[in-house]
């Protein structure tokens, strides 16, 4: 079975430091993987996804992803935070198995706090 | 532009109540589908439509209904409302295949009291 753990609930970071949330998926198959972002009361958009291309993903706003076969992670990063970066990160894993129709597993979600 | 609408942004009922969550795309996506998040738990898949009057169950289908009468409608349908039901519901659609990215509309807090 598929499943991704997203390794920290919170995350707090100052204005202008480096951003790290950190995911590890579990897969039987070659991963699609995805990094969603939700910012307050808004819905969920699609930052970057890692389709068996390179392993290092760039998405929009800054944001990029590493994916690493032998650690099992897709952690999300960016150099330098800004305060319009806090929400909450979803990491995702599409399910691939026999009859699964390739829905998408979501994390459990990390709240990105940015402080000044 | 892409864009999944959904009818209420928050919604209050009662226990007992049939309750109706409609949710449009304009973008003739081919599957839709409907998740309810809540703290902790993340997105869980409710039901997901793959064409006009087909649905598939999700993980968490129970207590709920869904209608697809036209494509680029998707109804969820609580029949009988309860207070474990109280959460916030999405839906997305997306084109038809496996690999096509999914796009989200505001979601719908539903309080049931």
């Known amino acids: 079975a598929q499943s991704v753990t997203q390794l920290d609930s919170h995350v707090s970071v100052s204005e202008g430091t480096p951003v790290l949330l950190r995911c590890n998926y579990s897969?039987?198959?070659?991963?699609?993987l995805f990094w969603y972002v939700q910012h307050p009361n808004k819905g969920l958009q699609l930052l970057l996804k890692?389709?068996?291309?390179?392993?290092l993903v760039k998405g929009i706003n800054g944001f990029e992803a590493e994916f690493k076969k032998s650690e099992t992670s897709f952690h999300l990063t960016k150099p330098s935070a800004h305060m319009s970066d806090a929400a909450e990160y979803f990491c995702?894993?599409?399910?691939?198995?026999?009859?699964?129709?390739?829905?998408?597993?979501f994390g459990k979600g990390t709240k990105l706090s940015v402080k000044p | 532009d892409v864009k999944v609408t959904q009818s209420s942004r928050y919604l209050v009922k009662r226990t007992g109540e049939k309750v109706f969550l409609e949710c449009v795309q304009d973008?003739?996506?081919?599957?839709m589908f409907w998740y309810r998040q809540d703290p902790g738990l993340g997105l869980r898949l409710i039901y997901f439509?793959?064409?006009?009057?087909?649905?598939e169950k999700g993980d968490i289908p129970e207590g709920y209904s869904v209608s697809r009468e036209k494509k680029e409608r998707f109804s969820l349908i609580l029949e009988s409302a309860s207070t474990n039901q109280t959460s916030m519901y999405l839906c997305?659609?997306?084109?038809?295949?496996?690999?096509?990215?999914?796009?989200f509309g505001p979601g719908t807090r539903l309080l049931v009291l």
């Open positions: 997305a659609s997306s084109l038809a295949g496996v690999g096509e990215t999914q796009y």
């Open positions: 897969s039987s198959y070659s991963p699609s």
């Open positions: 890692y389709t068996s291309a390179a392993t």
């Open positions: 995702v894993v599409r399910d691939h198995s026999w009859g699964s129709q390739g829905n998408l597993i």
């Open positions: 973008m003739d996506h081919e599957n």
């Open positions: 439509s793959y064409d006009v009057k087909m649905k």
